[in-house]
């Protein structure tokens, strides 16, 4: 059974900082991209970052490039967004999606729809 189990979320003020992890099992984690989304209240699902299972290639938004990190441990079948600088248009419920490495997504900002599994999601709340 594929699995991806988001973690890390919380509540915390402008200008602090959060690391988000993505636990995943059930696939062969080293053929897959994985990228995060974030959905904000009221706003369509957006992804924010990804990286590569291959080379590592990552991949940041505009907005928050420079503030937040991807990394993945391959040994841990995780992977991890450190979120700093943290603003309060950051809030959103943060989502990690597998997708398997092919062209269309190593690099690219995350689309949904290449997309084939995803978390349940994790709640990142910033205060103003």
């Known amino acids: 059974e594929v699995q991806l189990v988001e973690s890390g979320g919380g509540l915390v003020q402008a200008g602090g900082s959060l690391r988000l992890s993505c636990a995943a099992s059930g696939f062969i984690f080293d053929d897959f991209t994985i990228g995060w989304f974030r959905q904000a209240p009221g706003k369509e699902r957006e992804g924010v970052s990804c990286i590569s299972g291959g080379d590592g290639v990552t991949y940041y938004a505009d907005s928050v490039k420079g503030r937040f990190t991807i990394s993945r441990d391959n040994a841990k079948n995780t992977v991890y967004l450190q979120l700093n600088s943290l603003k309060f248009e950051d809030t959103a419920v943060y989502y990690c999606?597998?997708?398997?490495?092919?062209?269309?997504?190593?690099?690219?900002?995350?689309?949904?729809?290449?997309?084939?599994?995803w978390g349940q999601g994790t709640q990142v709340t910033v205060s103003s």
């Open positions: 999606a597998a997708a398997w490495d092919r062209p269309e997504v190593v690099g690219h900002r995350p689309q949904e729809d290449l997309y084939d599994y």
